[in-house]
């Protein structure tokens, strides 16, 4: 890097993949007091190019605290925050950063690109459309979320991070959630022999079974099966709702994941398979149901909770969940592989104050 040209050179070395040297170059001319705003920006852009978010957020914070009404340093926050995921306050210093420079076209570019994450392709879309040549692959992208047929994994990440603080007392209390208790007595029912005497009010319970909690969340569903299992492992797409979930200190395995991968991957088989309120969020099920198949054990059990369409397939709600028809569950199980073992009429959960009607599952494998 040459002295004259400390910026074009830390450019150059971005350019060409050496993100990294061109970051510590850049600190320590920062370190020594030569440096001014252009070379802070430039070293955040190379540490969010090498990878290190952690620091060019703190960069970017400095960035704003050293230059409060410049657009440019408030882009450069925004664009640290989104690479950290932190979209609510991406979002909101991006649009700061627009409103003191209107004709920042980047500024725009990655709040439609913050909305995409957040899994929102109707708010992306509002932004890519008041640029001039919206990026391609971003309107490829919009589009795709709005027509497939489950819930986009950023939506469902971001709506539980966001949730996961007072999910618990939430659900329990505002929505009378109950999807576990019924998974637990439908478990009772259709498959007694395997739970021991448990089902029995003040039997003695056995742990014996290897059990999954698909979309565990906080791990409420987890809780209630817990003196059955063995093992009891866990996958869910919001960290911040698996955090909640280690720390009940229950789980075996827990990971951060979409369902769908995670069937699909090699792994142990499991003696049954819960998804107590998370189906909700998949419109087409035949992914998870062949997945299920495949990770069950022979004579394995498939328990989970759905809200009830009344047609035939499903269907997006007004709440954004999927609802599911009698006839689409009991096709779908017969097509892969599985037998009903019982389908039954339940109220998973309350909305304003009223039952939402569902179904509660089983399926052996
Ligand atoms: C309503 S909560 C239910 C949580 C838990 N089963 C319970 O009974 O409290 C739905 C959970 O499913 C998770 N989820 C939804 N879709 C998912 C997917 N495709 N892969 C993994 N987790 C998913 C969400 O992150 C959320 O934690």
Same mark, same amino acid.
Request: glycine share 8%; net charge negative; proline share 5%.
């Given at each position: 890097?040459?002295?004259?040209?400390?910026?074009?050179?830390?450019?150059?070395?971005?350019?060409?993949?050496?993100?990294?040297?061109?970051?510590?170059?850049?600190?320590?001319?920062?370190?020594?007091?030569?440096?001014?705003?252009?070379?802070?920006?430039?070293?955040?852009?190379?540490?969010?190019?090498?990878?290190?978010?952690?620091?060019?957020?703190?960069?970017?914070?400095?960035?704003?605290?050293?230059?409060?009404?410049?657009?440019?340093?408030?882009?450069?926050?925004?664009?640290?925050?989104?690479?950290?995921?932190?979209?609510?306050?991406?979002?909101?210093?991006?649009?700061?950063?627009?409103?003191?420079?209107?004709?920042?076209?980047? =500024?725009? $570019?990655?709040?439609? %690109?913050?909305? !995409?994450? &957040?899994? @929102?392709?109707? +708010? *992306?879309?509002?932004?890519?459309? =008041?640029? $001039?040549?919206?990026? %391609?692959?971003? !309107?490829? &992208?919009? @589009?795709?979320? +709005? *027509?497939?047929?489950?819930?986009?994994?950023?939506?469902?990440?971001?709506?539980?991070?966001?949730?996961?603080?007072?999910?618990?007392?939430?659900?329990?209390?505002?929505?009378?959630?109950?999807?576990?208790?019924?998974?637990?007595?439908?478990?009772?029912?259709?498959?007694?022999?395997?739970?021991?005497?448990?089902?029995?009010?003040?039997?003695?319970?056995?742990?014996?079974?290897?059990?999954?909690?698909?979309?565990?969340?906080?791990?409420?569903?987890?809780?209630?099966?817990?003196?059955?299992?063995?093992?009891?492992?866990?996958?869910?797409?919001?960290?911040?709702?698996?955090?909640?979930?280690?720390?009940?200190?229950?789980?075996?395995?827990?990971?951060?994941?979409?369902?769908?991968?995670?069937?699909?991957?090699?792994?142990?088989?499991?003696?049954?398979?819960?998804?107590?309120?998370?189906?909700?969020?998949?419109?087409?099920?035949?992914?998870?149901?062949?997945?299920?198949?495949?990770?069950?054990?022979?004579?394995?059990y498939f328990l989970f909770t759905v809200e009830k369409?009344?047609?035939?397939?499903?269907?997006?709600?007004?709440?954004?969940?999927?609802?599911?028809?009698?006839?689409?569950?009991?096709?779908?199980?017969?097509?892969?592989?599985?037998?009903?073992?019982?389908?039954?009429?339940?109220?998973?959960?309350?909305?304003?104050?009223?039952?939402?009607?569902?179904?509660?599952?089983?399926?052996?494998?």
């Amino acid at each position: 890097m040459t002295e004259e040209d400390p910026i074009e050179s830390a450019e150059a070395l971005i350019a060409s993949g050496r993100a990294e040297e061109a970051a510590r170059a850049l600190q320590a001319r920062l370190a020594a007091g030569r440096g001014g705003l252009l070379a802070r920006l430039t070293l955040i852009k190379a540490l969010l190019a090498s990878g290190d978010n952690k620091t060019a957020l703190i960069e970017a914070r400095e960035a704003v605290s050293l230059n409060p009404g410049v657009a440019l340093a408030v882009l450069a926050l925004g664009e640290a925050l989104l690479a950290a995921d932190a979209l609510p306050t991406a979002i909101a210093e991006l649009q700061r950063a627009l409103r003191l420079d209107p004709d920042l076209v980047r =500024a725009r $570019e990655l709040i439609a %690109a913050a909305w !995409l994450k &957040a899994g @929102e392709p109707d +708010k *992306a879309l509002e932004n890519l459309q =008041a640029l $001039e040549n919206p990026p %391609a692959e971003m !309107l490829a &992208a919009c @589009e795709a979320i +709005k *027509a497939s047929p489950r819930s986009d994994p950023g939506y469902v990440r971001h709506l539980f991070d966001q949730f996961s603080a007072d999910y618990d007392e939430r659900m329990i209390g505002q929505l009378a959630y109950a999807a576990p208790q019924i998974l637990f007595d439908l478990a009772s029912l259709v498959m007694p022999g395997r739970m021991g005497a448990s089902a029995k009010a003040g039997a003695t319970i056995k742990k014996e079974l290897s059990v999954l909690d698909l979309g565990c969340g906080t791990g409420l569903a987890g809780a209630v099966f817990k003196p059955l299992a063995a093992r009891l492992d866990g996958v869910d797409l919001s960290p911040a709702m698996i955090e909640k979930a280690r720390a009940r200190g229950i789980y075996g395995d827990l990971k951060v994941a979409d369902l769908e991968t995670a069937l699909a991957a090699t792994g142990p088989r499991y003696d049954l398979i819960l998804a107590a309120d998370t189906l909700v969020y998949l419109g087409d099920l035949g992914q998870v149901f062949e997945g299920a198949r495949n990770r069950l054990s022979s004579n394995g059990y498939f328990l989970f909770t759905v809200e009830k369409s009344e047609g035939t397939g499903f269907e997006l709600g007004p709440k954004r969940r999927w609802r599911h028809g009698e006839a689409y569950l009991r096709e779908l199980a017969t097509r892969s592989g599985f037998d009903m073992a019982g389908l039954v009429a339940a109220v998973p959960r309350h909305e304003a104050n009223q039952p939402v009607d569902g179904f509660a599952v089983a399926l052996v494998r």
